[in-house]
């Protein structure tokens, strides 16, 4: 097992960070680590790191303990923080460069791809850059030696969805390799999309662990359609997948899980003015999911 923790617990005084967080991470997966803002993943993450120490239970990466042996572990890491920086006046290229060399020199040209790729301007100085191109330079910086274990905090928020599809790829790719993934994130549709297995964090404690597909009951659309004249609610109301139709005037609001065939063939059939469908916040689909648990 790559990754292996056992009743990991941190408090931040009395406050909770994550309590008995045990979760086990075979070579070659794509993990992801979903859970709403403040449900424990950085703090899942730096324990792992070694960065916070645990107030209880422990943790293992390739076998070492994360607190007794972190040398031999970050060696064969590559990591990016929910929020990466590191001196403002230094390029893109110089930021990546300088992180090369704590790591003995990497192949550039494979680090030139991957800055290529995820459409980083090697010239521009740190401070220059928006949110979004500053994480492809943090990526660049997890990637480009290649590790055994890529460890990623919320990598994709604040890319555009070329780069997102992008960066799916080169994790598809390293996994392909035989090295392990694990990124954080709080958005199911982006966890269903790349990842092999997924762990549910919230307030602080890991509710479920499974295939990627055990999640089918969780994701859904909600739904806004307007008519151009009156329909009948029971036209939707029994569709497969279909719950909790609301009417104004209209408008008809509804919840779908599963494939949005049945709604749209039945909508066709009146005279649609609007379709909408969004998928709700992570919140809101654990609050819905884990009500009666809590
Ligand atoms: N340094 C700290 N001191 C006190 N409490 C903290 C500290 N860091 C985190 N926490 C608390 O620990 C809990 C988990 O936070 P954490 O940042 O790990 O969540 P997260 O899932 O990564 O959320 P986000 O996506 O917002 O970063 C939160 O309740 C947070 O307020």
């Known amino acids: 097992m790559i990754i292996e923790t056992e009743g990991l617990t941190k408090r931040y005084g009395r406050r909770r960070g994550i309590d008995d967080v045990t979760l086990g991470i075979d070579q070659g997966e794509i993990f992801g680590f979903l859970g709403p803002n403040g449900a424990g993943k950085t703090t899942t993450i730096r324990t792992l790191l070694g960065h916070l120490r645990p107030t209880a239970g422990r943790a293992?990466?390739?076998?070492?303990?994360?607190?007794?042996?972190?040398?031999?572990?970050?060696?064969?890491?590559?990591?990016?923080?929910?929020?990466?920086?590191?001196?403002?006046?230094?390029?893109?290229?110089?930021?990546?460069?300088?992180?090369?060399?704590?790591?003995?020199?990497?192949?550039?040209?494979?680090?030139?791809?991957?800055?290529?790729?995820?459409?980083?301007?090697?010239?521009?100085?740190?401070?220059e850059l928006s949110k979004g191109n500053k994480q492809k330079v943090g990526l660049v910086v997890a990637f480009q030696h290649r590790p055994d274990l890529l460890i990623l905090d919320e990598p994709t928020s604040g890319l555009d969805p070329l780069v997102q599809q992008e960066f799916h790829a080169l994790v598809r790719e390293a996994r392909d390799e035989g090295r392990t993934v694990f990124l954080s994130s709080h958005v199911l549709s982006e966890v269903e999309a790349v990842c092999d297995r997924v762990a549910l964090i919230r307030d602080g404690r890991i509710v479920r662990t499974g295939s990627v597909e055990s999640l089918r009951d969780l994701a859904h659309h909600q739904v806004l359609l307007r008519f151009a004249g009156d329909v009948p609610v029971a036209a939707f109301e029994n569709l497969p997948g279909v719950s909790d139709v609301q009417v104004t005037g209209r408008t008809l609001r509804l919840r779908v899980g599963g494939p949005m065939t049945p709604v749209v063939r039945a909508a066709a059939a009146y005279d649609l003015l609007d379709f909408e469908s969004r998928e709700p916040g992570l919140e809101e689909t654990f609050l819905r999911a884990y009500q009666a648990a809590s």
């Open 60 to 127: 293992r990466i390739f076998g070492h303990d994360v607190t007794a042996n972190p040398v031999a572990i970050h060696r064969r890491l590559g990591y990016l923080p929910g929020e990466f920086g590191l001196y403002d006046r230094l390029t893109g290229a110089q930021t990546a460069d300088y992180f090369a060399h704590l790591y003995g020199g990497v192949d550039r040209g494979y680090r030139n791809r991957l800055m290529e790729r995820l459409g980083v301007d090697p010239g521009r100085r740190f401070r």
